[in-house]
């Protein structure tokens, strides 16, 4: 699906993509708010993507910088635990391709994912959570509409750190009317 008035594409991801995946989540950089088990590999990858092509409370797309060269892949973007019954799912994204960061890319494809896949999903509300140290993020995240609802203190132990995160969320009827 191709962002209206912009140069992003966003497409489900697919085996192809495993490599690049890897390539992104291995970055430190990139990685540094992930909590990944590092370092990814291909085959465990493609045992994750084998998984994921008959679960359907998750979607996960790459989103594409439109070049007049075609497209660029620059980063992941979908949703986690999609709960049909309470209309609500966790978004996530990466983005993968440092040279791109910091274009408003990551906010165009935001916006144009959340307007799909409310539609989509017909959800009410969808939440992510970010560490509280990850500024960039929540400018962003902030930017385009989520509210910071909760801090949740020691939430995840990843290699023997306390991490405290963020829950935001962004509701149906404030991501349209709002």
Known sequence: MKAENSSINLRLFKKDDIDLKVKWINDEEINEFLHYDLPLCPD?????????MSNNSREDYIYEFITENGPVPIGLIGLLGIDNKNRKAEFYIVNGE????GRGL?????KEFLKHTFLKHN???????TEVDNLPAQKLFEKIGFQQEGLLKEDLIYMGRKVDRYYYAIYREDFFYG
């Open 44 to 52: 465990r990858t493609l045992n994750w993507f084998n998984k994921i």
């Open 106 to 110: 990551a906010k165009v494809a935001t």
């Open 98 to 101: 440092k040279k791109y960061q």
């Open 123 to 129: 959800l009410n509300k969808i939440y992510l959570y």
